[in-house]
């Protein structure tokens, strides 16, 4: 069915991740998984899944954070958790009749790290990483380190950057794209002037036509599923 609507993955662990499902009208060219790292979607981040959808795509956005320890959260999921979650959603769309190398996975800020990291030990179709920090030293203990693991990437990987980020030097960035450039697949890393070249940027506003950055952003997150998930 189309439209947005909520499901469960089951997990190996017998638990199960909630979902976010947005499905296009009519048959599905194939299916993204879009980690993020809020407990509530932003309405510019629900409005680049409902283009997704639009373009044809299957979205999936897992809720990252639904396992607890004595009553909280984690702030952020990497690991043996996030694979595991990101596997229930891939199986979760391959159930659903997408093909295997037809499945991405897209990630904002440390869920860009995310997604990258699954890209290094998952063969999927393609990945898309946005505003990713963790480059030089790893964000958790459960972490790699952006320029250890991109030399591994499995799958064909986009990389989106602000060179005014201080969370993402540029230098840090510059060795990162030579880092990619020694991966089997095929790698790119864009950066962009300032902040708010970020597609689920609170700040940004979709309507502001004359950002360049943002559309042009936004454009290659979209050749780059149109070019690698076939």
């Not at 959603?89 to 159930?95: I, R």
């Not at 699954?118 to 898309?128: C, D, E, L, P």
């Not at 990437?153 to 794209?177: N, S």
């Not at 089997?184 to 309507?207: C, E, I, K, Q, S």
């Amino acid at each position: 069915m189309s439209g947005i609507y909520r499901e469960h993955a089951p997990v190996h662990d017998t638990t199960a991740v909630p979902l976010t499902v947005l499905e296009p009208e009519g048959h599905a060219r194939g299916g993204i998984v879009v980690l993020h790292e809020s407990r509530e979607f932003t309405e510019p981040l629900l409005e680049l899944m409902r283009s997704l959808a639009a373009d044809g795509w299957t979205v999936l956005a897992p809720d990252l954070f639904h396992r607890r320890t004595n009553g909280s959260s984690p702030d952020r999921v990497f690991g043996a958790d996030l694979f595991a979650d990101f596997d229930a959603c891939f199986d979760w769309l391959t159930a659903h009749g997408v093909f295997r190398d037809c499945i991405g996975v897209l990630g904002f800020d440390s869920a860009g790290t995310a997604a990258a990291l699954v890209a290094t030990n998952r063969r999927i179709g393609a990945a898309v990483s946005v505003a990713a920090p963790g480059i030089e030293s790893p964000l958790t203990p459960q972490a790699d380190a952006l320029l250890a693991a991109a030399p591994a990437l499995k799958a064909p990987w986009l990389g989106l950057f602000g060179e005014d980020d201080p969370l993402t030097p540029p230098d840090q960035v510059d060795r990162l794209r030579e880092a990619a450039a020694n991966a089997d697949v095929a790698t790119l890393v864009v950066t962009y002037p300032g902040l708010h070249h970020r597609p689920d940027h609170p700040g940004f506003d979709p309507a502001a036509l004359d950002d360049i950055s943002v559309l042009d952003a936004q454009t290659r997150i979209y050749e780059w599923f149109d070019s690698h998930l076939r």
